[in-house]
């Protein structure tokens, strides 16, 4: 089970940090990420952190987001920075049992088998 938190509504050029906690057989070594969805777009991929800590972002958020883990709290992280309009979107974490970077980072959506509910970012 993921479970999403952190979103919030705020003013352009701030941040947000947030967190996907994760519960289940987190033993197992996984790939996860972030998406986002704004209304009447698809969803697309924001960042993605492999089992051996290589991630991967998208263009339009290098720079300015930052995705970590936290294995002992079993939680993942999107540091949110420079938030402009065009981030406002619901965002969603994911994730599949899948050890290493190869075929993790990159992947597209189908590629993952759990999805949380997702939490609201709001830039004005």
């Known amino acids: 089970q993921l479970v999403e938190s952190g979103g919030a509504s705020v003013q352009a050029g701030g941040s947000l940090t947030l967190s996907c906690a994760a519960s289940?057989?987190?033993?197992?070594?996984?790939?996860m990420a972030w998406f986002r969805q704004a209304p009447g777009e698809d969803r697309e991929g924001v960042a993605g952190?492999?089992?051996?800590?290589?991630?991967r972002y998208a263009d339009s958020v290098k720079g300015r987001f930052t995705v970590s883990k936290d294995n002992a709290k079993n939680t993942l992280y999107l540091q949110v920075n420079s938030l402009k309009p065009e981030d406002s979107a619901m965002y969603y974490c994911?994730?599949?049992?899948?050890?290493?970077?190869?075929?993790?980072?990159?992947?597209?959506?189908?590629?993952?088998?759990?999805w949380g509910q997702g939490t609201q970012v709001t830039v004005s």
């Open positions: 952190i492999a089992s051996d800590g290589g991630t």
């Open positions: 994911a994730a599949r049992r899948w050890a290493g970077s190869g075929g993790c980072l990159g992947a597209q959506e189908g590629f993952y088998r759990y």
């Open positions: 289940g057989d987190t033993r197992r070594s996984w790939c």
